[in-house]
């Protein structure tokens, strides 16, 4: 990786298929059981919060049975021996970076292990079931508690930080990502378009294949290791 000094990683349900969490379009894909309008839209959530609290619930429940696999262990290797900039956008809602000991990380699309009151703004690490008569802890009122998770037509978090390094990005690296969903699945064609060189690693070409340099195909625990070493 000569000449490189920023980096900038894009991580998707790929990376952690191998540590048996359900991606989204994949055979048994999240997606094949629920429609996403009801399940991970804000009107989906007004229309049948207890509909959205089972989906989650369940999803951080199996959290709590899996744990970071080799292309994770990896990520968090790079992250400790990077001497230049280095930023890992994950659009999962597993903490199974972190697990792994990512610390550079940014969950633009939320997290499962926490929770938003809707009357007082705060928001929280939650463990366990939330349901939705949960209280919130920090203002005690009953039901006002949603996963604090991006959900379709809100807006991600931290695009102000991610602007900013896809403005310095010497390269972009997606991992296990089917390039599906925006903004995401449009910050190859920023970086590329900024200079930097792209790197796509998946288990097949996804939607913008076209626009990266080089690709790696393969299971994220093989080639993430392959490619950090
Ligand atoms: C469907 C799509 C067209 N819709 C969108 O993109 C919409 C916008 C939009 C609407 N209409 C449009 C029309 C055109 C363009 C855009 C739009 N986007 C939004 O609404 C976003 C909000 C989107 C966020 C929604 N929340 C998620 N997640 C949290 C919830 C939850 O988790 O339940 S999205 C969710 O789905 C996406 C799933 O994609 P992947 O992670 O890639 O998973 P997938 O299963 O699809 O693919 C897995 C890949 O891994 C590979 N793989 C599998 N196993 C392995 C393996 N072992 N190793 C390696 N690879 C592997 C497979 O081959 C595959 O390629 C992820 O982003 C994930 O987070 N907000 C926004 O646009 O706000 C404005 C804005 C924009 C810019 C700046 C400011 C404001």
């Not at 709590?64 to 809602?93: C, F, I, S």
């Not at 699309?109 to 008569?133: S, T, V």
């Not at 996963?147 to 690296?173: C, H, K, N, S, T």
């Amino acid at each position: 990786m000569t000449g490189i000094r920023n980096i900038l990683i894009l991580t998707g349900a790929g990376v952690s298929a191998e540590s048996g969490v359900a991606t989204f379009r994949g055979p048994d894909g999240l997606w094949e059981g629920h429609r996403v309008e009801d399940v991970a839209t804000p009107e989906g959530f007004a229309r049948d919060p207890e509909l959205v609290h089972a989906f989650y619930d369940a999803r951080r429940a199996r959290l709590g049975k899996v744990g970071p696999n080799a292309a994770h262990q990896a990520l968090a290797r790079l992250d400790h021996e990077w001497p230049g900039e280095l930023l890992l956008v994950t659009q999962n809602v597993d903490d199974l970076h972190e697990r792994a000991g990512s610390q550079r990380l940014l969950h633009m699309h939320g997290a499962l292990n926490n929770g938003w009151c809707l009357r007082c703004n705060e928001r929280f690490g939650w463990e366990g079931m939330m349901g939705a008569a949960a209280q919130c802890p920090s203002c005690a009122t009953y039901g006002m508690v949603r996963p604090d998770i991006v959900w379709f037509g809100e807006i991600p978090y931290g695009m102000d930080q991610i602007d900013a390094a896809l403005l310095r990005a010497d390269l972009f690296v997606s991992i296990g990502t089917s390039g599906a969903v925006y903004p995401a699945a449009g910050f190859v064609r920023t970086a590329r378009y900024r200079g930097a060189s792209t790197l796509e690693i998946n288990l097949e070409p996804s939607q913008g294949s076209i626009f990266f340099d080089e690709r790696r195909y393969g299971p994220a625990g093989t080639e993430v290791p392959a490619w950090v070493d």
